[in-house]
């Protein structure tokens, strides 16, 4: 024990310089210890021990781990569980706590820990004094430290999290998810989250950018001083560049124990703007005084770009219309849970970028920050959403409940902390809340002047359902921008939307689609066995509607800005159509053989439909594991149609369905396909007004070759086949890259597919596949999109699921030993993929 304290002070001194001006901002993300009360995983309860935020507790015994840590994800998968919320055992009390020493030389200085999240109900105490908490587990939050910190000792930070009073809809993990900080600052700094940079005007020759600054004193005497600001060029890397503006010195004054706000203004020349294929950003430097000592430095990124939703021509970046491509995600990453991983977040944000999607909304409650971050750099637009309720509850202990007491500081944070992203440009205080049925309560009308007490450069909005009533009836007038769920599916098809834009009174009125389609599919079934969807892109649940219907209402009613899908990848929980919960089938163990797995299959399609195995959603259009489904093409021919494509469904293995009818759709950026099956031709189509596929509905099958050659006004645009193939006898794995960071978070993503002798991807292929590493890494998980698969993600043998499986490695921090990986199946040539740090 004495050990480790001294290690812990050894290394707290090294990053406890106590200079004066520099704010220092450390990592607090390592070394923790946690233990689980309550409900554990296996369902049993364990009484939780009075008083563990006490100094003096005996955590020696407890888990030592890093966050962000998802306890949840580690499983395993209960089939006794909700599948809404992905039959993980996430309900439970945990317990973190980590110690940490401070130098006697910082005694004047200031302590926070910033949280960017915790799941939830957290309630944070510095060596047994309770110093604050946050009951939404999406929220970031600050609390103070300085009270209660023992210089030149053993400090602890004692963390409670309570799960059991949460309630959501789908898998919300359960943790310190996301990052924790360290700050350490003078006594005269800039607040949390106290810099707000606008933009109020954009010309090509220069633009302005207004910089609000809130200075805290936390002094008992007045201080007299100054501040100033500089801005600078910022690169994709977040170096620093040229300086572009600074500001003379600014006098600030301030009481005892007080803060102040004061702006300024500075022209920037020839600015650089931010749009979706230039992320040109700049940063603001706040440098304060303390007399004439530097106090602190606070970095602000932003950038210049204007944002205007118009009433009949959609939304316009920087004066040109841009149709909002956009899709909802929850925040889990798959086979990670909820744990935060920037490398992981931005290989899903590359892979929505792949097929055109331009937009994300955070569907349904405040994201990690790192997604900001990243949507500022890669170029996609952001509606940043708060809440899935308002006053009125879908869950059980579920937002509802802290409503009253916390909504104006959770929207504040959101805003405050978001605020300066270019990215961000709508501000969603909800999601198909009851209260928009009652415009008297005028609960959306508060919340927008909630917003815009904190930002009034962005519309506020929310996603309204049953939009033929809440776009109609006053609710919307209560908001800025209308925002509409699945209203071009139900509603009488297109023409509700000109109902909403012709209606008197709408005059000034923007709309879009914030929900669409919620089409479902398992990537590669066709003929689905039980509790699967096929991918014919043709099933939607009874409240949502094809890709086509909403493709054929923008089409016809440009006014609209455009739409976001639900969802862009598949998710933990809410597994429509398969939400039932009363299956009693064992869980999948990860060392089945294949025959044992064969049995299980067997089993599976014996049960019920209404004893489903679902644990993930289906209606991505990229799987879970981050496997394009069909319809990431359907999505890709309408959002990049200068881009040539064209791909076919289904694929071509089916040696029991020859001489059956077994259609085939076309996705393509053309707008002219022939099929041809055996190199004959099976017709030419036209895309008519208002289609969006190509089908040949009864098709033949006989094995061989189906081929699509597409043409664009009258030109050969894309060609593409697909081939019966072989049986599988190899293993093929392409990693993501070649070299890894060894800092504990880089990851590679490796696909691993099964070829035939002539090295044909096999779609149907699902042996099971193990995978064992060598050098100095860990296999963190392994996936295959499968959404009805029981076996544990940090398991490294699973079945692939039609013909792919995917592992996802990382170096042990510091490591330098090369990653040799091996992937092995019974009877089949084994794949081997090298790593070097
Ligand atoms: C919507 C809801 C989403 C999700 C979706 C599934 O009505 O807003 O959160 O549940 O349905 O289709």
């Known amino acids: 024990m004495k050990q480790i304290i001294f290690f812990a002070i050894a290394c707290l001194d090294l990053l406890g310089l106590s200079a004066w001006g520099q704010r220092e901002v450390s990592n607090f993300d390592r070394d923790w210890r946690f233990a689980r009360f309550g409900l554990q995983a296996d369902g049993a309860r364990l009484p939780e021990p009075d008083s563990l ?9 407890w888990r030592k ?43 004047k200085k200031r302590f926070y820990l910033d949280f960017d999240g915790a799941m939830a109900n957290a309630e944070v105490w510095l060596n ?14 600050r609390v103070d430290l300085t009270p209660y910190v023992r210089f030149g000792e053993d400090n602890v930070v004692a963390v409670r999290l309570n799960t059991e009073k949460f309630g959501a809809r789908w898998y919300p993990g ?88 004061d702006s300024v203004s500075l022209r920037v020349e020839s600015p650089k703007i931010w749009d979706l294929e230039h992320t040109n950003r700049y940063m603001a430097c706040v440098s304060v005084y303390d007399k004439n000592k530097l106090a602190d430095v606070y970095e602000t990124p932003f950038g210049f770009r204007t944002i205007q939703f118009t009433h009949d021509n959609g939304f316009l970046l920087n004066g040109k219309r841009v149709p909002i491509n956009g899709t909802c995600n929850h925040h889990d990453l798959g086979a990670l849970g909820a744990a935060v991983n920037r490398v992981a977040l931005e290989r899903q944000l590359r892979i929505l970028k792949s097929f055109g999607c331009n937009a994300l909304r955070t569907s349904h409650n405040p994201p990690a920050p790192e997604l900001l971050e990243l949507a500022d750099k890669m170029g996609l637009l952001v509606m940043d959403e708060l809440f899935d309720c308002w006053t009125v509850g ?22 405050c902390r978001d605020r300066n992203h270019p990215s961000v440009i709508m501000w969603s205080t909800g999601n198909e809340v009851y209260e928009q049925y009652k415009p008297e309560t005028g609960v959306a009308r508060h919340l927008t002047e909630v917003v815009h007490r904190f930002d009034t450069t962005r519309p506020a909005t929310f996603g309204a359902s049953y939009p033929s009533k809440s776009a109609m009836n006053g609710t919307e007038l209560q908001v800025d921008v209308h925002g509409m769920n699945y209203a071009a599916g139900v509603y009488g098809g297109p023409d509700f939307y000109g109902e909403f834009l012709n209606k008197k009174g709408h005059e000034h009125l923007s709309g879009y689609s914030s929900e669409s389609s919620s089409t479902m599919s398992s990537r590669g079934e066709y003929f689905p066995r039980k509790f699967h969807v096929d991918s014919y892109d ?71 439909r209404n004893r489903p195995t679902s644990r993930s959603s289906y209606f991505g259009i990229v799987d879970l594991a981050g496997f394009p489904k069909d319809r990431y093409y359907l999505y890709k021919s309408r959002w990049m149609p200068d881009t040539p494509m064209v791909h076919i469904l289904p694929h071509w293995n089916f040696p029991d369905r020859v001489g059956e009818v077994t259609p085939v759709f076309v996705y393509s950026s053309g707008d002219v396909v022939e099929l041809f099956l055996n190199g004959k031709s099976l017709g030419k189509k036209e895309r008519k007004p208002y289609e969006y596929r190509f089908r040949w509905d009864s098709v033949v099958y006989e094995p061989g070759e189906l081929k699509a050659i597409a043409y664009k006004q009258g030109r050969k645009w894309a060609e593409t086949f697909v081939r019966t193939t072989g049986q599988a006898v190899a293993l093929k794995a392409v990693a ?44 963190v998980a392994t996936d295959n999109g499968d959404p009805t698969c029981l076996i544990t993600f940090s398991e490294p043998t699973r079945p ?20 040799r990986l091996t992937i092995e199946s019974k009877d089949l040539e084994k794949a081997v993929v090298d790593i070097t740090m």
């Open 128 to 141: 047994g004094q309770k110093v604050g908490g946050r009951p939404f587990g999406y929220s970031s939050f």
């Open 538 to 608: 043709l099933t939607e649940p009874g409240w949502g509607g094809l890709p086509d219907w909403e493709f054929a209402a923008l089409d016809k009613y440009p006014g609209i800005c455009g739409e976001f899908v639900w969802t862009g990848f598949d998710y933990l929980g809410e597994p429509t159509p398969f939400n039932s919960d009363a299956s009693v089938l064992l869980n999948h163990s990860a060392a089945m053989t294949e025959e044992e797995l064969q049995k299980q299959r067997e089993e599976l399609v014996r049960i019920e």
């Open 800 to 819: 692939a699921f039609n013909g792919l499986f995917l592992a996802i490695v990382k170096a042990k921090r510091g490591g330098h030993k090369p990653i």
């Open 174 to 261: 359960a943790g310190i998810y996301r990052h924790v900080r360290l700050v350490k600052t003078e006594p005269v700094h800039v607040a949390h989250w106290g810099v707000f940079v606008t933009t109020p005007e954009i010309t090509d020759d220069y633009a302005m950018a207004s910089v609000s600054v809130e200075i805290d004193n936390n002094r008992q005497q007045a201080v007299a001083g100054h501040y100033t600001v500089d801005i600078y060029e910022l690169d994709a890397h977040d170096v620093i560049g040229k300086r572009v503006a600074s500001t003379s010195k600014r006098p600030i004054a301030l009481n005892a124990a007080s803060t102040v706000v």
């Open 736 to 779: 993501d890259k070649k070299r890894i960071k060894a800092d504990g978070e880089d990851l590679v993503f490796v696909t691993v597919s099964l070829v035939d002798r002539e090295g044909r991807a096999v779609p149907t292929a699902e042996p099971v596949i193990s995978c064992s590493l060598t050098g100095d890494g860990e296999i």
């Open 65 to 107: 781990l890093d966050v962000p840590h998802d306890w949840a994800i580690e499983g395993p998968f209960r089939i006794d569980l909700e599948g809404f919320t992905g039959k993980l055992p996430w309900k439970g009390i945990g317990w973190y706590r980590k110690h940490f020493t401070v130098s006697v030389k910082d005694k």
């Open 53 to 61: 935020e006490a100094y003096g507790t005996d955590d020696t015994g």
């Open 394 to 415: 879908k869950q059980e202990n579920d937002y509802s409940t802290l409503f009253e007491k916390w909504h104006e500081k959770d929207i504040e944070m959101l805003v």
